[in-house]
């Protein structure tokens, strides 16, 4: 059972990031193998439906991002909100995918935002797109409103209820992730 968790941030301190690095330890802790990747590291394009206009390096990034999903059994998403909706770059990610990587796959999603009101919309259409695909999105997802003031310098969660939520959150992804492998 392998676990990715894709980071819909840019930031170097990423609150999302830390997050889904929360949630994937839940899942750790499920007895998974987990991965992050991040979209800093990946130099994806913007999607094209003509790969052959990507030079060499975004071919192979593209590859990786490809490949991560494909030995995935279950998805943990982060993304910050950005004007009421999910980060470019997370769709991108996912627009270089297709169905036939999420299909039949448990998924868990996180959002944070940095203004007061939680990012209900960046959840919703982050669900609504991996339903698209064919995901099964676990029901109960982590809303993080400033999620600046959560975390510390170094990342840290000071919160325990709210960490306890995350690493919840992994685990659960991992008991849908079984479910749906026992049943097909």
């Excluded at 999302?16 to 499920?30: I, Q, T, V, W």
């Excluded at 059994?73 to 627009?95: C, M, Q, R, T, W």
């Amino acid at each position: 059972m392998n676990v990715l968790g894709i980071s819909g941030s840019l930031r170097a301190a990423s609150t999302a990031r830390a997050a889904l690095a929360l949630a994937l330890e839940g899942a750790a802790a499920a007895g998974t193998k987990t991965e992050l990747l991040d979209l800093r590291e990946l130099d994806l394009p913007l999607y094209d439906e003509d790969e052959t206009r990507y030079t060499p390096a975004q071919r192979a990034a593209t590859a990786r991002l490809q490949e991560a999903a494909e030995a995935a059994d279950a998805f943990l998403f982060a993304s910050p909100e950005y004007h009421g909706g999910l980060s470019g770059v997370l769709k991108n990610a996912i627009d270089h995918l297709a169905g036939r990587h999420f299909r039949g796959k448990a998924a868990g999603i996180v959002a944070v935002a940095g203004g007061r009101v939680a990012p209900v919309s960046t959840a919703l259409m982050l669900r609504t797109v991996l339903r698209q695909l064919g995901a099964y999105t676990i029901p109960q997802q982590v809303l993080l409103p400033e999620a600046e003031k959560l975390f510390d310098a170094d990342g840290n969660l000071a919160d325990e209820e709210l960490a306890r939520r995350l690493e919840d959150l992994g685990a659960q992804v991992v008991r849908l992730a079984r479910a749906l492998a026992h049943s097909s």
